[in-house]
């Protein structure tokens, strides 16, 4: 091949096949007697040549490494993918080492191919890589310490007027004076939400967020987190049920705090993002490895649900769906981000399910100590134990049992009430509260005889599909029965 000859790979290795033209390291071609036939643009660049490289001999780029313009090439090196540190030669004479991995081409060709990087100048960029690292940690925690400061500055007065607030609302009588005293009470807890979140995030963020491990009752957790929404969901007319496994034991040693504010945060957003239907929490016990358990909570819901494309965007920190969303229902976006984070840090993983105006199912798995307890399956008070709707919910839960169990006079009052509520629903053709009716009445219905079940099944249907005339019939027949 001709020195000045355009540098060009022949077909067999062709771009296609290697995309080297662009690499950042040398890349050199050569034939069995040492001729380059192919030099990349960082070969080019690096050893200061133009299209005369190909056609030269592979011992004028390294001369230490290689005989001399030799019909057949002579070298004592270590062909392989091992690389090997050696000496390059520029045009003009000057060297550089470079970490060099030469192979013979895996065909008949008899070709060589030879992939070299500059050792100093991959040195040099490891020491700005390393840089810009303890840079960018620095930054992290300038930035975090700055957050844990300014949040505690907030925190300070929000609470001294909250203090304040709650001690005037305590003597005050007016009732218009009331109402503003509750509209700034309910400000500072928000405040106070905006200030935890963001902290939290930023601990998170720099790495600094540790666990508390501690001893705790799992069901009195769930009592908790429901007594925290059931107010503002049955104010908006939802259902909310929520079952627990009885494979779950009574005590576990996790971060209550941290599976509370994970439980509160999606079920905030669950009422926050549904008009009309229900919410339901699901826990179940999905694995066991020792003394670790593996529960896996399904928070469900019958809202405005998240389009496809958007579901990428729900875990990133700072993101909401749309800006009119924000607007419409606030929020600041790291809730969801925020929960990953802990749930991740748990062990576990996060998921959504999600039908645009249908509704949504985040669940989450987080691994937690069982305290030794062995499955709780015959434990007395543990049957799928809160199942609360609105009724139950405002009636309290002393006759829980009593109302679920079919026949008793709270299970027919109960039923009764439903009922009337459900054919409402029908008549108005508001499908998705008669779904919500229609799930207490089969849970009311559980130990029922088989006929009535059977009944109660076809009405089921008939609301799921929202078929006026089966589910008329069908509210007929169930309620001539009882
Ligand atoms: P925010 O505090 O703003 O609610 P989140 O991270 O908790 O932040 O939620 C981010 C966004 O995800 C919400 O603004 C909303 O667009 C969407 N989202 C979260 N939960 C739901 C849900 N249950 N139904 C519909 N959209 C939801």
Redo the contacts with the bound molecule.
Sequence with gaps: MEQNEECILSKEYSLEKFPLENALEIILMFDAAGRITYANSAAKKKLEYESDLCGRHISDVFPNTFKPDKDILESEFAFGYEPYSIVAYRKNLTCFPVEARIMRAGDSSGMYICMANDILEKEFLNKEVEKVRQEAQQALKVKSEFVANVTHELRTPVNGVLGNVRELLSDETDERKKKQFLLIQRCCDDMNKIIN?ILDFSKLEAGKFTLELREFNFRNMLDYVKSNHINKITEKGLGFFMTVSPQIPENIIGDELRIVQILN??L???Q???ALGKITVEVLKTAQINDKIELFFI?T?T????DKA?KE???R?F????AS??RK???????????KQLVELMGGRIE?E?RKNK??T?SFSIWVDSCGEKDNTSSQNDSKISVFSIENAEEGAENETDAKMYGTPENKENLKKTLSKLILCVEMENWEKAEMFMETIRQLTEDAPHDIKRIVLRLKMAVQKENYDKAAAGFEELNNYL
Excluded at 319 to 322: A, L, P, R, T
Excluded at 329 to 339: A, E, Q, R, V
């Design positions: 979140n945060n999606l905030s957003n669950a926050k993002f549904t928070v819901d809202g405005i649900g998240i958007d965007k729900l875990f920190s993101s909401q769906v749309d969303i924000s229902y606030g929020g600041t976006g790291l809730g969801l981000n925020i929960c959504v999600s509704g949504s985040f």
